[in-house]
């Protein structure tokens, strides 16, 4: 069966809901922080060369650039597809490359022609070094996009706050392009301080932010739930991070190759308006806003939005109520994951699991096509005591 006959069965069963398997990304630069619900055993499953598995992708049709090493599909989502007895993989990428409008929307497929964004779980016990993601104009220099993300630190993913719950966002108001520079030219020299002319902000879950691409970041210790644009590229502006080296060459990551060695572009590649705005948390601080909650409590449940600062993705978190079963409607296709319960969801059983193999199919992600959303997708709460939590991911409105 070919993989366009596979998406339309697995729609028809899936009342347009696509169950999808975990997709698991290592970084060699990271230190995993554990709270991402996998086996402890399976942190290095891939091999201690390839780094920890410290991110979990979700509906992603983008391929992670991990370097040389990078296995085929890395990075990219599976559907599980129950051809008779047997469970059947193929990718969300194949699927929505065939039936285009049919899973996100004709709007949505004729304005991007892909699925234009994905989330993920980056969970590391230190923080990130300061880094950057290239505008649209820089990235396109090297055949990709610009990224834009956001971050939301869920509570039930929380439980430790990591070893550096802070993260330094932009540069401080008055830095000059001489002291970026500065840092930048003494990259290979040991610590080169860029955080000294930063700003750190203490993190609180249940929180999150905004960045737009062109902001240098260095991300704290608690275990995040990102959306983004679909691409993945980055540079990193710092040398020396929790006392672990990093390379050169990913100072120079998705540059173009002739300009390699030149401070200068460096310099182009960030946005010196949002790094140096001085309403930098007015600006890009995100506190969950409530859609209606006084109307949908009687209902049986309650809706956030918790990252809508973008025009490229939004996100909401939703609970339903203990007992309650709720028909939920959204104006486009969107990617979910489990935070806490278990219950129904259309025709599938769906589980927060407590504790992940690696290559161990789950029941707690889905992709919802964009007739489904509209038309209502029905949730019902097998539990008398725990609510469902669900994150839901959306593309840029059409």
């Given at each position: 069966?070919?993989?366009?006959?596979?998406?339309?069965k697995?729609?028809?069963?899936?009342?347009?809901?696509?169950?999808?398997?975990?997709?698991?990304?290592?970084?060699?630069?990271?230190?995993?922080?554990?709270?991402?619900?996998?086996?402890?055993?399976?942190y290095?499953?891939?091999?201690?060369?390839?780094?920890?598995?410290?991110?979990?992708?979700?509906?992603?049709?983008?391929?992670?650039?991990?370097?040389?090493?990078?296995?085929?599909?890395?990075?990219?989502?599976?559907?599980?597809?129950?051809?008779?007895?047997?469970?059947?993989?193929?990718?969300?990428?194949?699927?929505?490359?065939?039936?285009?409008?049919?899973?996100?929307?004709?709007?949505?497929?004729?304005?991007?022609?892909?699925?234009?964004?994905?989330?993920?779980?980056?969970?590391?016990?230190?923080?990130?070094?300061?880094?950057?993601?290239?505008?649209?104009?820089?990235?396109?220099?090297?055949?990709?996009?610009?990224?834009?993300?956001a971050?939301?630190?869920?509570?039930?993913?929380?439980?430790?706050?990591?070893?550096?719950?802070?993260?330094?966002?932009?540069?401080?108001?008055?830095?000059?392009?001489?002291q970026?520079?500065?840092?930048?030219?003494?990259?290979?020299?040991?610590?080169?301080?860029?955080?000294?002319?930063?700003?750190?902000?203490?993190?609180?879950?249940?929180?999150?932010?905004?960045?737009?691409?062109?902001?240098?970041?260095?991300?704290?210790?608690?275990?995040?739930y990102?959306?983004?644009?679909?691409?993945?590229?980055?540079?990193?502006?710092?040398?020396?991070?929790?006392?672990?080296?990093?390379?050169?060459?990913?100072?120079?990551?998705?540059?173009?190759?002739?300009?390699?060695?030149?401070?200068?572009?460096?310099?182009?590649?960030?946005?010196?308006?949002?790094?140096?705005?001085?309403?930098?948390?007015?600006?890009?601080?995100?506190?969950?806003?409530?859609?209606?909650?006084?109307?949908?409590?009687?209902?049986?449940?309650?809706?956030?939005?918790?990252?809508?600062?973008?025009?490229?993705?939004?996100?909401?978190?939703?609970?339903?109520?203990?007992?309650?079963?709720?028909?939920?409607?959204?104006?486009?296709?969107?990617?979910?994951?489990?935070m806490?319960?278990?219950?129904?969801?259309?025709?599938?059983?769906?589980?927060?699991?407590?504790?992940?193999?690696?290559?161990?199919?789950?029941?707690?992600?889905?992709?919802?096509?964009?007739?489904?959303?509209?038309?209502?997708?029905?949730?019902?709460?097998?539990s008398?005591?725990d609510?469902?939590?669900?994150?839901?991911?959306?593309?840029?409105?059409?």
């Amino acid at each position: 069966m070919g993989v366009k006959a596979m998406a339309e069965k697995a729609l028809e069963q899936g009342k347009g809901i696509l169950r999808l398997a975990p997709t698991w990304v290592p970084r060699v630069f990271c230190v995993p922080g554990r709270r991402i619900r996998l086996h402890p055993d399976d942190y290095y499953a891939l091999g201690m060369n390839r780094g920890g598995l410290d991110e979990r992708w979700f509906s992603s049709t983008t391929p992670a650039d991990n370097g040389p090493l990078t296995s085929e599909n890395e990075g990219l989502s599976l559907i599980v597809f129950e051809d008779g007895a047997k469970e059947e993989k193929f990718l969300l990428k194949d699927a929505i490359d065939e039936l285009k409008g049919d899973i996100i929307g004709e709007a949505l497929w004729k304005k991007s022609q892909r699925w234009p964004m994905y989330s993920k779980f980056f969970d590391n016990m230190g923080p990130l070094p300061h880094h950057i993601h290239h505008r649209d104009e820089h990235a396109a220099l090297v055949g990709q996009l610009g990224k834009p993300e956001a971050y939301y630190f869920p509570t039930q993913m929380n439980n430790h706050p990591g070893d550096f719950g802070y993260t330094f966002f932009g540069l401080e108001p008055g830095t000059t392009k001489d002291q970026v520079k500065e840092c930048l030219r003494n990259f290979a020299k040991g610590d080169n301080k860029i955080t000294n002319i930063s700003k750190a902000y203490r993190l609180e879950p249940g929180t999150g932010w905004n960045i737009p691409a062109g902001v240098l970041h260095a991300p704290g210790s608690l275990c995040t739930y990102e959306t983004q644009k679909a691409s993945d590229v980055f540079a990193m502006y710092q040398s020396l991070v929790n006392n672990q080296v990093i390379p050169e060459e990913l100072l120079w990551k998705n540059c173009p190759e002739e300009k390699i060695g030149d401070l200068d572009y460096l310099l182009e590649v960030i946005d010196w308006e949002k790094n140096l705005d001085p309403n930098f948390v007015e600006t890009n601080f995100m506190r969950p806003q409530p859609l209606d909650e006084k109307e949908t409590v009687k209902e049986g449940y309650r809706e956030c939005l918790i990252c809508y600062k973008s025009d490229e993705f939004s996100a909401k978190e939703l609970t339903v109520l203990p007992g309650k079963t709720v028909t939920i409607k959204d104006d486009g296709a969107y990617g979910m994951i489990m935070m806490q319960g278990h219950g129904k969801m259309g025709p599938w059983d769906i589980e927060t699991p407590s504790l992940i193999r690696y290559g161990q199919l789950t029941h707690d992600e889905y992709f919802v096509a964009e007739a489904a959303a509209r038309e209502g997708v029905s949730i019902m709460n097998l539990s008398a005591t725990d609510p469902i939590v669900m994150l839901k991911h959306f593309g840029p409105a059409a």
